[in-house]
């Protein structure tokens, strides 16, 4: 008997063994998937993965398989699984990696990311800064990984309008990867992306072109003419243009960007909106009103739906249009416009976040023509206020 059951035991050790080893296989294709911005075969991949880690009860790898999922959840619009697949997944590694464990830093992480593309910057903040300190303890200070991690919360900084801190982070991780690993580092371009939107954010925009052509380059050469992220980092480039007034390229590199979107993610997701919009803002200035009105119209029905967060992306939609319809004289509808923007920005980012600045200000000058001067002056108060709190702020 003991024979008999040393045998059994033995088999089924060996199955589970072949088991886990089959899911592991599923996990890395997904990996590989998810790197193509191939989301529903990821997708599907994972699940297959984290049932067979489930059913093992092999319970760290099943959390790393919640967390992996969520993380293309995330780039699929599906935040409220993929929040629930995050913090499950943080839970379980806390109690059995532990919460000093670089497994957990990644968790932590992965969540920071979501609140990030949701607009939760306030909540997403404290994550990173508990990721990053596992790292520096576990990793050191100048890891690659650790690195990597600071793009997180140099995005936090960036909405905040605290551009030097953001600033500040990102060189040091580019110094880092630059110096281990070398200047065309696959894992360099978002951390370079978000430092060339700091630059914008503060008027150096040479610089902000040099860094764009470098992730250009980059993602040319490791994921290829179609993938979201060339049209997410094409898309930054033509709001440096426009910045620059050269509104003709602004147009041409958002007409690129939107076909990678459409090809890649499908017309109606949020990433596609977004350069929707800004494609709206270059046609704007160009006068082209009628298709820039179809342009921001389309953003707005992609992004206007209570199951899609980033409230802070459908105020920069509002905005535009705001914009455009002072353009044309349409006062009223321009203020209805700029209204909810600033509402939907409060909420978003807080009542005192430099973003609300230009929005009021457009708001006070559409008043001024309406003859509403104490409404005007009011709102022209209320952007000063928030511009000299930022600047005492960040001295």
């Known amino acids: 008997m003991p024979c008999y059951v040393l045998a059994t035991d033995n088999a089924t050790a060996l199955s589970n063994a072949g088991t886990l080893a089959r899911a592991e296989r599923l996990n890395d294709l997904a990996s590989g998937y998810t790197a193509q911005a191939n989301y529903r075969s990821a997708e599907d991949l994972y699940r297959r993965a984290l049932e067979i880690w489930e059913t093992s009860g092999a319970g760290i790898a099943a959390a790393i398989g ?36 670089v497994r957990t830093a990644t968790a932590l992480n992965n969540l920071g990311q979501l609140y990030n593309v949701e607009g939760r910057f306030r909540e997403a903040e404290p994550y990173f800064h508990r990721a990053i300190a596992i790292r520096e303890t576990v990793l050191g200070r100048d890891a690659p990984d650790t690195a990597v991690a600071m793009n997180g919360l140099a995005e936090v900084y960036r909405h905040e309008g605290n551009y030097q801190a953001a600033a500040e982070l990102l060189e040091r991780a580019i110094a880092t990867l630059e110096q281990r690993l070398g200047p065309t580092y696959p894992r360099l371009a978002p951390l370079l992306n978000t430092l060339s939107s700091v630059y914008s954010g503060q008027g150096n925009y040479k610089e902000s072109r040099k860094l764009l052509e470098r992730v250009i380059a980059i993602l040319e050469k490791t994921v290829g003419p179609n993938h979201p992220d060339l049209g997410a980092a094409l898309s930054n480039l033509a709001t440096v243009e426009m910045a620059q007034h050269k509104y003709k390229q602004a147009v041409d590199l958002n007409r690129h960007s939107i076909a990678i979107d459409q090809a890649s993610l499908g017309p109606d997701d949020p990433a596609a909106a977004v350069h929707l919009n800004n494609l709206g803002a270059a046609l704007i200035m160009l006068h082209q009103y009628q298709e820039a009105e179809s342009s921001l119209q389309r953003a707005l029905a992609a992004l206007d739906k209570p199951e899609v967060p980033g409230r802070d992306h459908l105020a920069d ?13 349409r006062d009223c509808q321009a203020v209805d416009s700029y209204k909810r923007a600033i509402e939907i920005q409060e909420v978003a980012l807080g009542p005192n976040t430099p973003r609300l600045i230009p929005v009021l200000e457009s708001y006070a000058t559409v008043l001024r023509r309406m003859k509403d001067y104490a409404a005007a002056e009011q709102a022209d108060v209320r952007a000063m206020g928030i511009r000299v709190r930022n600047t005492l702020r960040h001295e």
């Not at 999922?69 to 995050?86: F, I, M, T």
């Not at 939609?317 to 004289?329: D, I, P």
């Open 66 to 101: 919640r967390s992996n999922l969520g993380v293309v959840l995330r780039a699929e619009g599906k935040y409220a699984e993929a929040e629930a697949l995050q913090r499950r997944a943080l839970e379980t590694l806390e109690k059995l990696a532990g919460p000093d464990d």
């Open 317 to 329: 939609v509002l905005t535009n249009l705001g914009n455009m319809y002072f353009a044309q004289r």
